[in-house]
T-cell receptor, first 113, second 112 residues
């Protein structure tokens, strides 16, 4: 496939606990993104990264933080999970240089109870 | 702020019917435009894209889209849908800074 994997695929966690989702790529792309998908809202950008240690906020960044210590890994952390963060989270890489646009991972379904 | 609007939230068609899904964006600069498809339980896949040149672009599975700059539109079309086209379709705009902005999505249900 496109060499992008997300883990875990599914997670149930309790309100108030920290949660970290991982996105791993094998293709050395500079740009990586975290989106959340919710019915009626499409995909909304949480955070993105344009290089190691270079990150920026998207439109729905409150309650989330990210880290990118290596090119291949982009971590999304919910500092204290809330029920409103129940969602499907997608990681993406930007393959514009190859003419493919974005390539998405398979998603992580997170449920906060 | 940049935004993408998809007019239809849910479209129901019979097989062999023609499809047109509307997409409008608000951004005054140069844009790259995309349509993505998400089949049930799967991740998003690229259907087609427009970067420059011929405003009528053809994608996979018989889909095409037309970029009309004066109308800020990028509508998706298919002359004859199949049951296997049942999915959610997302229009997206790529703006300066490397960000992809998505519309709300249109759910397409095709009845056999």
């Amino acid at each position: 496939d496109a060499g992008i994997t997300q883990s875990p695929r599914h997670k149930v966690t309790e309100t108030g606990t920290p949660v970290t989702l991982r996105c791993h790529q094998t293709e050395n792309h500079r740009y990586m993104y975290w989106y959340r998908q919710d019915p009626g809202h499409g995909l909304r950008l949480i955070h993105y990264s344009y290089g190691v240690k270079d990150t920026d906020k998207g439109e729905v960044s409150d309650g989330y933080s990210v880290s990118r210590s290596k090119t291949e890994d982009f971590l999304l952390t919910l500092e204290s999970a809330t029920s409103s963060q129940t969602s499907v989270y997608f990681c993406a890489i930007n393959r514009d240089s190859e003419g493919y646009g974005y390539t998405f991972g398979s998603g992580t379904r997170l449920t906060v109870v | 702020a940049q935004s993408v609007s998809q007019h239809n939230h849910h479209v129901i068609l019979s097989e062999a019917a023609s499809l047109e899904l509307g997409c409008n964006y608000s951004y005054g600069g140069t844009v790259n435009l995309f349509w993505y498809v998400q089949y049930p339980g799967q991740h998003l896949q690229l259907l087609l894209k427009y970067f420059s040149g011929d405003p009528l672009v053809k994608g996979i599975k018989g889909f095409e889209a037309e970029f009309i700059k004066s109308k800020f539109s990028f509508n998706l079309r298919k002359p004859s849908v199949q049951w296997s086209d049942t999915a959610e379709y997302f229009c997206a705009v790529y703006v300066v800074g490397g960000k992809l902005i998505f519309g709300q999505g249109t759910e397409l249900s095709v009845k056999p």
